[in-house]
């Protein structure tokens, strides 16, 4: 069975300009999450979308958004790039929307932004 | 304000012995803890996780113990193997905690042959 995807792998932009990366989660999850991981930190909350809906958000500027789509798959946008916005970012899939606490997230391999 | 804390950044163990990696959280409301082990350029993969109404979960390997009155959760590796050497991460969510899993920044382990 095919895992969560993510594209693209890496990608190189400049202070200013708009990203958008892309995640297809594993079949049968309805849920997405997306994460900022920093170099030497643990992953950091950015949104959850279950059944195409905003279900959490984490402390992030209104430079970042997302959405899903109805074969559940989803993007995240990010306007006016900073040199901080240069991390990983990763996607994570689940049945639910982990509201009862008990819903594994599954991650895909990240997509690598390096901000100049 | 980090509410996930693993305050060991590195651990070295020589292969065949226990790796205990640790794990300290200060939201009581956190009733899901979950385990993950990541190698570089890759995202992180689901080890173990525990519920709160446990104290122990085992899954061949690797063992999760709970400590709620501590708000200490650890993970034990028996035999420990060179191909556990990555870095480990403990998550922990709940009902409350606002739809999301709050992260520790890691504990890298390196297994010795």
């Known amino acids: 069975d095919a895992g969560v995807t993510q594209s693209p792998t890496h990608l190189i932009k400049t202070r200013g300009q708009h990203v958008t990366l892309r995640c297809s989660p594993i079949s049968g999850h309805k849920s997405v999450s997306w994460y900022q991981q920093v170099l030497g930190q643990g992953p950091q909350f950015i949104f959850q979308y279950y059944e195409k809906e905003e279900r959490g958000r984490g402390n992030f500027p209104d430079r970042f958004s997302a959405r899903q789509f109805p074969n559940y798959s989803s993007e995240l946008n990010v306007n006016a790039l900073l040199l901080g916005d240069s991390a990983l970012y990763l996607c994570?899939?689940?049945?639910?929307?982990?509201?009862?606490?008990?819903?594994?997230?599954?991650f895909g391999p990240g997509t690598r932004l390096t901000v100049l | 304000d980090q509410q996930v804390k693993q305050n060991s950044p590195s651990l070295s163990v020589q292969e065949g012995r226990i790796s205990i990696l640790n794990c300290d959280y200060t939201n009581s409301m956190f009733d899901y803890f979950l385990w993950y082990k990541k190698y570089p350029a890759e995202g992180p993969t689901f080890l173990i996780s525990i519920s709160s109404i446990k104290d122990k979960n085992e899954d061949g390997r690797f063992t999760v113990f709970l400590n709620k009155s501590a708000k200490h959760l650890s993970l034990h590796i028996v035999p420990s193997q060179p191909g556990d050497s990555a870095v480990y991460f403990c998550?922990?969510?709940?009902?409350?905690?606002?739809?999301?899993?709050?992260f520790g920044t890691g504990t890298s382990l390196t297994v010795i042959p």
């Open positions: 998550a922990a969510g709940g009902l409350n905690t606002g739809n999301q899993f709050y």
């Open positions: 994570a899939s689940s049945t639910t929307p982990g509201l009862a606490g008990t819903d594994t997230q599954y």
